[in-house]
């Protein structure tokens, strides 16, 4: 679906995703995006935005995760929750754990948030 008209996009991190790795970034051209997750770092010192997506319930929870570059906080505590805003990028790498494709979003704001009542992500649950 085309995004909203506006200068700056607020999707959630697995529609961002899912538009990055799939589409290929072809909806999220030349506009600005905002997301929220929690921060994760990978074994190489990437930080990842990550949100739980579910199926059904918690138990079947998966990981939905994109990669940050770009002007990332100095400090970078893991689990910490994250308003970020960016653009796309064809930056992309594979994960480690089920080598699915993760997406990249070069970051131009970061700030840190306080977690949400409800921390998944049910857009997948419908």
Known sequence: ADLPKGDTV????????????????????????????????????????????LSCCAADAQPVKIGLTGHTPTVLRPDTWLEVTGTYTGKRTKDPVNEGVIPFLDVTEAKPIKAPRDPYDESWNG
């Open 10 to 53: 607020r999707l959630s991190l697995v529609d961002y995703a899912g538009r990055a790795a799939y589409d290929h970034g072809r909806s999220l051209a030349d506009r600005r995006i905002t997301t929220t997750g929690f921060l994760a770092m990978g074994s190489n010192g990437t930080p990842y935005l990550v949100r739980m997506a």
